[in-house]
């Protein structure tokens, strides 16, 4: 019956893999150290200028590798699920490298 | 022919649980692309606005509560963990604990919804809000500058203030300039901003109502023993929404209210 310690008998053979509350743990510290580094920086941090928005965006990216990798099981997800999480950021890159591409080479001044 | 073509929760067109369960991880990430697509856009319409616009979104992001974000965020990353540690008793088959795990990601994620809503609130009280607010507020600390020199527009306090008002703020810097000049800081752009908090903040906060309900439906199905360990991939497939819409998050946090922390000195 429920024990919260071991996984039950397994008759059908689907649950394998079960999560440590450990390594769980570790990646809810993670992602909220990141969070609490992130803000303290651009909170208490003068200065920062033009690095603001860099430093921020690669805490936030770091964030939902980790999210992804262990919360969302990518690291023991099949290819195909793989796949999938792939092409979504392959498909925004396309979005993003395509308007940037216009704004960016936009002249800044008039002829 | 496998053992797990014998469960109850085997659905008939699949072969086995392996299959069904491959089938529901698969259709649900073919979902969150989507998902991420659909928040790309909107990412997108941001960073072209910020990188025409800087100035403009530092003031407006300044403005915005960047303490009540922070505290979201640590009830949005616990709310991930919980549901996460839910997957585990599902799989366990520790009934009680699952219920308890998802009705606490359930209130975690209820309490991020009622702090934005007092956030919410906050900011109408504040008039940050574009449109008619904004702008009357803009123009009544406008008009109690009018006729000044800008040495006395500068040094000027406005009586009712014990920290001064965006508006009061916004009308001491713009006083003197007008739209082209530098360091002007154009009120239509910094609407433009609130625009995109309201919006961004808005549809995720939709998310994350839709995630509760989602949420509170599988305490009901504990309850119903409709999940049994072999039926876990339901809880996983909520967990899944419920992580991206964390992770969408973790974005915007930075995005919105982060934009203009260095203004706070």
């Known amino acids: 019956m429920s024990d919260p310690h071991h996984a039950p008998a397994d008759p059908h053979g689907v649950i394998h ?5 450990a390594t769980l743990l570790g990646v809810f510290a993670t992602v909220l150290l990141v969070s609490a580094v992130s803000i303290g920086m651009s909170v208490g941090v003068p200065g920062l200028g033009k690095m603001a928005l860099p430093l921020q965006m690669t805490f936030s990216t770091i964030q939902a590798v980790v999210v992804l990798y262990f919360f969302m099981h990518l690291k023991k997800a099949d290819r195909v699920v793989l796949l999938s999480a792939a092409a979504s950021l392959f498909w925004m890159g396309i979005l993003f490298v395509l308007f940037l591409s216009d704004y960016l080479t936009r002249a800044k001044y008039t002829y | 022919m496998s053992a797990s073509t014998h469960s109850p929760v085997l659905k008939h067109h699949f072969e086995d649980l392996h299959q069904q369960h491959a089938s529901e991880r698969l259709g649900m990430w073919m979902f969150l692309a989507t998902e991420v697509l659909f928040f ?3 990412f997108a319409a941001y960073t072209i606005y910020r990188m025409l616009y800087p100035a403009e979104f530092e003031f407006a992001s300044s403005k915005l ?14 709310s991930s963990f919980t549901m996460t540690m839910a997957i585990r008793s599902a799989q366990l088959g520790d009934k009680k604990a699952l219920a308890r795990r998802l009705l606490i990601t359930a209130a975690l994620g209820s309490g991020f919804m009622g702090l934005k809503a007092f956030e919410y609130a906050t900011d109408f009280h504040e008039k940050l809000v574009p449109g008619e607010l904004f702008q009357s507020e803009l123009v009544s600390a406008d008009l109690e500058l009018n006729g000044m020199t800008a040495e006395q527009a500068a040094a000027y306090k406005f009586d009712d203030a ?22 002007f800081i154009s009120p239509e752009r910094v609407q433009l901003f609130l625009m995109f908090y309201y919006v961004m903040t808005g549809i995720h906060g939709v998310h994350l109502v839709v995630g509760i309900g989602c949420v509170l439906w599988l305490v009901v199905e504990t309850y119903r023993d409709k999940i049994p360990p072999e039926n876990y991939s339901t809880v996983e497939m909520v967990s899944l929404y419920w992580h991206l819409v964390d992770a969408i998050w973790l974005f915007l946090m930075p995005l919105l209210y982060l934009a203009g922390a260095g203004m706070h000195h």
């Open chain 2, 40 to 42: 790309a856009g909107l």
């Open chain 1, 17 to 21: 893999d079960v999560d440590k509350p």
């Open chain 2, 65 to 78: 509560l960047w303490s009540i974000a922070a505290i979201n965020t640590l009830l949005l990353v616990s």
């Open chain 2, 162 to 183: 014990k920290h001064e008002h965006w508006a009061q703020e916004l009308a001491k810097h713009n006083f003197g300039k007008g739209p082209g000049d530098e360091g």
